[in-house]
Nanobody
Framework: QEQLAESGGGSVQAGGSLTLSCVGSGFIYSRQCMAWFREAPGKEREGVAVVCDGRTTLYADSVQGRFTITQDTTDKKLLYLNLVMNSLKAEDTAMYYC????????????????????WGQGTQVTVSS
């Protein structure tokens, strides 16, 4: 059974950094597209960044240049996904979710929640100004 588990959330002051990690188990393909989404109170869940095959990356405009998504595809049994977040702002405060897609992702739809079949439980990031 496919599972995703996030870690690394916490509280930080504005301008600080955090690194989120996600480990996936039970997947048969190690190079599938994986993404980070976030959901702030009272707001829709939004795409933050996606990586496919460990190489192709896309970012939301709001995090471009501050966040870096990476995927380790060397392990054939586990999926590894990271999100390095620098220059954090108060508006980055949210629950962050790891997501994975089975099958080919149409990149213009990378930030559509419906494109991902597998989700983690989330990890909270709080940035104080």
């Amino acid at each position: 059974q496919e599972q995703l588990a996030e870690s690394g959330g916490g509280s930080v002051q504005a301008g600080g950094s955090l690194t989120l990690s996600c480990v996936g188990s039970g997947f048969i393909y190690s190079r599938q597209c994986m993404a980070w989404f976030r959901e702030a109170p009272g707001k829709e869940r939004e795409g933050v960044a996606v990586v496919c095959d460990g190489r192709t990356t896309l970012y939301a405009d709001s995090v471009q240049g501050r966040f870096t998504i990476t995927q380790d595809t060397t392990d054939k049994k586990l999926l590894y996904l990271n999100l390095v977040m620098n220059s954090l702002k108060a508006e980055d405060t949210a629950m962050y979710y790891c997501a994975a897609r089975a099958g080919v992702l149409h990149l213009p739809r990378w930030d559509w929640k419906s494109e991902y079949q597998y989700w983690g439980q989330g990890t909270q990031v709080t940035v104080s100004s």
